[in-house]
T-cell receptor, first 109, second 114 residues
Framework: RKEVEQDPGPFNVPEGATVAFNCTYS??????FFWYRQDCRKEPKLLMS???SGNEDGRFTAQLNRASQYISLLIRDSKLSDSATYLC??????????FGKGTMLLVSP | ETGVTQTPRHLVMGMTNKKSLKCEQH?????MYWYKQSAKKPLELMFV???????ENNSVPSRFSPECPNSSHLFLHLHTLQPEDSALYLC?????????????FGPGTRLTVT
């Protein structure tokens, strides 16, 4: 089983749609979880950390399910500017992170 | 954003050349990282430095040689590279230790080995 697994997509959605991504991780000892966003040919940028209780930042909601070892990201009211690759990231040791391959989102007018 | 800077942004080098990539962070962090990102692959961690000490070397070939003179600067020295080493090389920094420490990335150096 891959350490961090994501559906590569692409997810094609119209503006205004709600879209959800899931990610599974294999290391049950992982303590920290993040979603990063990466635009084409750019560096990854932190979108949000994922807390056990779930957290929301504007149109973005992240959830963590430790029992099933998966993390989700929900994007409401999609904008054209949300088009990017979303990377699921899990800590795998002291100061080290393991990245998924990413899920590509394409938002169309 | 200028939190983490990298130079050069683009580099083309032959297999017999020697070059160095530079990274600098202005965020007051004490951990720095080198990652490699190839097409269609996830980010691969190469090296980790905590408080200037290398704490992880992820089975990286010796033709890649990191150097961390202080907590703000990180170098990746390159020599006798192979064409398959062509990739985006990303530097990142964070606070060190266990916990919810997010990593912040530089813009990367796009390396082409001819």
């Amino acid at each position: 089983r891959k350490e961090v697994e994501q559906d590569p997509g692409p997810f094609n959605v119209p503006e205004g749609a709600t879209v959800a991504f899931n990610c599974t991780y294999s290391n049950s000892a992982s303590q920290s979880f993040f979603w990063y966003r990466q635009d084409c040919r750019k560096e990854p940028k932190l979108l949000m950390s994922v807390y056990s209780s779930g957290n929301e930042d504007g149109r973005f909601t992240a959830q963590l399910n430790r029992a099933s070892q998966y993390i989700s990201l929900l994007i409401r009211d999609s904008k054209l500017s949300d088009s990017a690759t979303y990377l699921c990231v899990v800590n795998s040791g002291y100061s080290t992170l393991t990245f998924g391959k990413g899920t590509m989102l394409l938002v169309s007018p | 954003e200028t939190g983490v800077t990298q130079t050069p942004r683009h580099l083309v080098m032959g297999m017999t050349n020697k070059k160095s990539l530079k990274c600098e962070q202005h965020l007051g962090h004490n951990a720095m990282y080198w990652y490699k990102q190839s097409a269609k692959k996830p980010l691969e961690l190469m090296f980790v430095y905590n408080f200037k000490e290398q704490t992880e070397n992820n089975s990286v070939p010796s033709r890649f040689s990191p150097e961390c003179p202080n907590s703000s600067h990180l170098f990746l020295h390159l020599h006798t590279l192979q064409p398959e080493d062509s990739a985006l090389y990303l530097c990142a920094s964070s606070h060190a230790g266990q916990g919810l420490y997010e990593q912040y990335f530089g813009p990367g150096t796009r390396l082409t080995v001819t």
